[in-house]
């Protein structure tokens, strides 16, 4: 490798040549491949971190250990792989709570299965506050953290009001499958 010195000014230019010694053209179908990860990962973003996924798990081929990426750590990785052809280097996590990681194959398997079902990941229906006691909710949050009451049932609410049900067959339907009235 030659010398550089990034302070000597007669030496300019000559690091980006070496950058670009670096760089790998990836195949057609290795491109394809990281693109359609790329997809992957944000499928299973959308379906697993509203419920509290911090990321996924890949068990590596090469060193037999189990590698923790955070979305975005994952999602920036592989487009740095689709710019320069190079996997991007990173620090493992420390000590990481497996539970708070999607195993990337049933990750991936997962959401192959709704796309199959006809069930696309779709954005989550958001909801900013209990619909019994107004007590303000973040969108992740399953149960009021006030009355304990489910989340879930104001997010079906409002999906079938978005579908275009009338709002008193909505309020009817869930009141018949158990559902306390809410405001």
């Known amino acids: 490798m030659a010398d550089f010195d990034p302070l000597d000014e007669s030496s300019e230019g000559q690091g980006e040549e070496e950058d670009e010694d670096f760089r790998h053209e990836l195949s057609e179908d290795e491109r394809e491949s990281v693109e359609a990860d790329l997809e992957d990962l944000d499928s299973m973003r959308t379906v697993f971190e509203p419920q509290g996924a911090k990321g996924v798990v890949i068990a590596c081929t090469e060193c037999g250990a189990n590698h923790y990426y955070g979305?975005?750590?994952?999602?920036?990785?592989?487009?740095?792989?689709?710019?320069?052809?190079?996997?991007?280097?990173?620090?493992?996590?420390?000590q990481p709570k497996e539970d708070d990681y999607v195993v990337w194959d049933y990750g991936k398997g997962y959401v192959d299965a709704l796309s199959d079902a006809g069930l696309e990941a779709g954005p989550r229906v958001e909801v900013t506050s209990c619909g019994w006691c107004e007590t303000p909710v973040e969108s992740h949050f399953a149960f009021c953290p006030k009355c304990g009451r489910p989340m879930a049932v104001l997010r079906l609410y409002r999906e079938l009001l978005d579908r275009g049900m009338d709002e008193r067959d909505v309020r009817a339907i869930l009141l018949r499958a158990g559902f306390e009235p809410f405001s």
């Open 71 to 94: 979305w975005e750590l994952l999602r920036e990785s592989l487009e740095h792989m689709l710019d320069t052809g190079e996997p991007r280097v990173h620090e493992p996590a420390y």
